[in-house]
């Protein structure tokens, strides 16, 4: 209780700097989300129409990632979209664990049996090129045969520029308004990615497409993976043509695909305690950018999960500020560790790749960071803002009426004025 009356001093500091400085523009959220819905609902309908075998294995796009989460840092200008594909169930697709944890490899038992049947062949009689000689699912042919469609029906979509390079889209924003944005793709691999830019310059976004495949949770991995916790509400799973890191004694590397849990983990982070988690976890977020840390956003998600299942449900109901520190301290941990295990097979170590020296720097930093908001925090509450934003932005802050009375703030104003310790760290 001690600590959390500490850390409430500190309390105001942290919602301004997630209402300021981290949350997404409304107006430009709403504005771009039209954006990526009328480009990718385009791009999918040419697709299936220029590719029979994409229209008919394709069924929905899933919207992941950090925006999509509520947990995105930044301003709204990065989107992740699955395009979510089935294999022919008659095909019977089984999905295997291998010796590597967080991959699995895909095989089709039956295809010549599947293929035999007059009605399955007219529909997938393309489908082998998708896998290799012993019909394993591959992803450097999924990949391939994805770009091929991707490019085709943009061509065929007709809207090239001669006076501008890209594809041209006339995006709906209201009944009397029209913008007009141009695309291009690059590969980024998993994904092709569709930068798109608005007529004038000022609109850009980038839009990744990554296909994927989906199984429901009777395919669920086992052994050492963690249970579906939502086996009726979220009862699939996603695989996404994403290699392993590690390739020592794979010899058939395209042959592996990571597992993708997205939406039991969006749904795990959404609920009572989303009011501290999801700021908190943007928090740590805009913490490493500050500090140009090489952590993705991904393991500092995987750090809440963790947090989730191992902490108490009341202390989610602790002031921000107390939650904050508290996953602070996690994160540390996981850094002086070297290891954020995967949340779904803790076999997996997602930060075993990093150099020894690079997740040392980083745990060092955050340790002390945790000693100096400690120390200073009583004499001075905006002594975490100097870890999450810029000395700007800081004076603006303290100028701030709505965070501290004016009697706090001069005093504040005073200390500041008096000490330079948090420069030193």
């Excluded at 980083?362 to 999450?388: C, E, H, M, Q, W």
Aim: net charge positive; charged share 30%.
């Amino acid at each position: 209780m001690e600590d959390v009356q500490k850390y409430k001093k500190m309390e105001n500091v942290l919602h301004k700097i997630n209402q300021k400085y981290i949350a997404l523009p409304e107006h430009e959220m709403k504005r771009n989300s039209k954006i990526v819905d009328q480009v990718v609902s385009e791009i999918i309908k040419a697709m299936q129409k220029i590719n029979p075998l994409f229209k008919q294995m394709f069924e929905r796009t899933f919207y992941g990632g950090s925006y999509y989460d509520g947990i995105k840092v930044g301003k709204p200008e990065e989107y992740d979209l699955d395009l979510v594909l089935n294999l022919p169930v008659l095909s019977k697709p089984v999905v295997e664990v291998g010796d590597k944890p967080g991959f699995v490899q895909v095989r089709i038992m039956e295809f010549d049996k599947f293929l035999n049947q007059p009605d399955q062949y007219k529909k997938y009689d393309k489908i082998k090129t998708l896998f290799d000689d012993r019909m394993y699912l591959s992803t450097e042919n999924v990949l391939r045969w994805t770009e091929k469609i991707v490019t085709l029906a943009l061509n065929d979509m007709g809207r090239t520029n001669s006076d501008r390079k890209g594809f041209k889209f006339n995006v709906e924003l209201s009944d009397n308004e029209t913008l007009v944005m141009y695309a291009i793709v690059a590969k980024s691999y998993p994904a092709f990615t569709l930068k798109l830019d608005s007529e004038d310059g000022r609109i850009k976004l980038d839009i990744d497409l990554v296909p994927c495949f989906q199984f429901k949770d009777n395919q669920w991995p086992r052994g050492q993976y963690r249970e579906n916790p939502f086996p009726r509400q979220r009862d699939k799973f996603l695989v996404v043509p994403k290699k392993p890191r590690d390739t020592k004694n794979c010899d058939n590397i395209d042959r592996y695909w990571r597992l993708s849990f997205q939406e039991q983990e969006r749904a795990l982070i959404t609920g009572p305690m989303t009011n501290t988690l999801k700021p908190a976890i943007r928090l740590l977020k805009k913490l490493r950018d500050h500090h140009k840390h090489s952590i993705a956003s991904y393991h500092i998600k995987t750090v809440s999960l963790w947090q989730l299942l191992e902490v108490d449900a009341e202390k989610w109901r602790l002031p921000l500020s107390s939650v904050f520190m508290m996953m602070l301290r996690k994160y540390a941990e996981t850094m002086n560790d070297k290891c954020i295990p995967y949340y779904w097979n803790k076999e997996f170590n997602m930060i075993g790749h990093y150099a020894e020296v690079t997740l040392k720097d980083i745990g060092n930093t955050l340790n002390n960071i945790i000693k100096t908001i400690d120390r200073y925090v009583d004499s001075d509450p905006f002594i975490v803002a100097k870890f999450l934003i810029g000395p700007a932005e800081i004076e603006e802050l303290r100028m701030d009426p709505s965070i501290l009375g004016k009697k706090a703030r001069r005093i504040c104003i005073k200390k500041l004025n008096s000490d330079t310790f948090a420069s030193k760290l």
